[in-house]
């Protein structure tokens, strides 16, 4: 059998012993003879295993005790909304938009009050993180939201905006725990767990207790408060349960391989090999500036749509997996989480010195 390696944006690859684990415990979770799908959320046996879940979370990301922890449904797209009907008080707040992600989130922001777009890169097809230095934050914005690493663009913020006491709001669905960050910038960070974290169906919030306030967009659903789930500890209603338990064994892997400062080592080492090799090709070539390089998911071109199909197709028939650009953008993809070894990448560079010298 061939080896696979699976480049997906998301829902993406998972590490292999967590996986291996999942499949050990599936039917008879530590000796409780259930499987974790089919427990009560208000066992013991359950509340011991989302416990564990965020204290593990709270040790990676240095949490401190004034942030609570949320495990939301609803993916990062629902956040798009509920931001503005919990934190955007004065009806206004900055968006800097530097992709479809947080175009979509300031769009609807717009449906609450004003969403200022104060900086872009659309005019060379979010290539680029746009200038920070000479930001004009609004006089009564409620908070300043950036989406921290672009997943169909390849490209990440090296710095963040000084937003001047503003609380931050950061999109973090593509590079959450692949690094090292400090939580105490950003009043509130988010993410869809299904590109770096675990299965789709669960999405977490991390936001600084003094924006959760009773005051709420009229009409806001109960469900879409977060002052609901800080309440009830996530859980208010039936959490996506197994989504966490597979997150939590992920937070448990992560911390085996060195935590954060480990990851953050292997995405460079990994990230690296492929962007030289894309730097001193005649035939690929990254799409991405430079300095705003992700980490996460490296985008490149041949120049030549036909040759993109066919190395995307190739590839396909070698076992690289899902490694077409998104469908906006075309050109090719290749997502390298956490999960995603060494091998895969190196296996990946070596077809495309292959394919390069079979087709130039
Ligand atoms: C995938 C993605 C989203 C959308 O996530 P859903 O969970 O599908 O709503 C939002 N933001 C970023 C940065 C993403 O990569």
Known sequence: MKTVYNFSAGPAVLPKEVLQEAANEMLDYKGSQMSVMEMSHRSKVYEGILNEAKADLKELLSIPDNYKILFLQGGASTQFAMIPMNLMKNHEAD???????????????????????????????????????????????????ICENNTIYGTKYSTLP?????????DISSCFLSEPMDVTKYGMLFGGAQKNIGPAGVTIAIIREDLL????FEGTPTMLRYDTHVKADSLYNTPPAYGIYICGLVFKWIKSQGG???????????????????DSSHMF?????????????????????????????????????????????????????????????????????KFEEENL
Not at 137 to 143: H, I, L, P, Q
Not at 260 to 278: S, T, V
Not at 302 to 319: H, P, Q, S, Y
């Open 95 to 145: 968006y800097i938009v530097t992709g479809q992600w947080a175009k979509k989130a300031a769009q609807e922001g717009q449906l609450y009050g004003k969403a200022n777009v104060i900086a872009s890169s659309e005019d060379k097809t979010f290539s680029y993180i746009p200038d920070l230095d000479n930001l004009a934050f609004s006089k009564n914005a409620d908070y300043v939201y």
């Open 162 to 170: 000084d937003t001047k006491g503003i609380p931050l709001i950061s």
């Open 213 to 216: 306030g009773d005051e709420v």
């Open 260 to 278: 954060l400062e480990g990851m953050k080592k292997m995405n460079e080492e990994k990230a690296g090999i492929l962007y030289d090799f894309l």
């Open 285 to 353: 070539k990254g799409t991405a500036r430079k300095q705003d390089r992700s980490l996460m998911n490296v985008c490149f071109i041949t120049g030549d749509e036909k040759l993109d199909k066919k190395f995307v197709e190739e590839a396909k028939e070698e076992g690289f997996e899902n490694l077409k650009g998104h469908r906006s953008v075309g050109g090719m993809r290749a997502s390298i989480y956490n999960a995603m070894p060494k091998e895969g990448v190196e296996a990946l560079i070596k077809f495309m010195k």
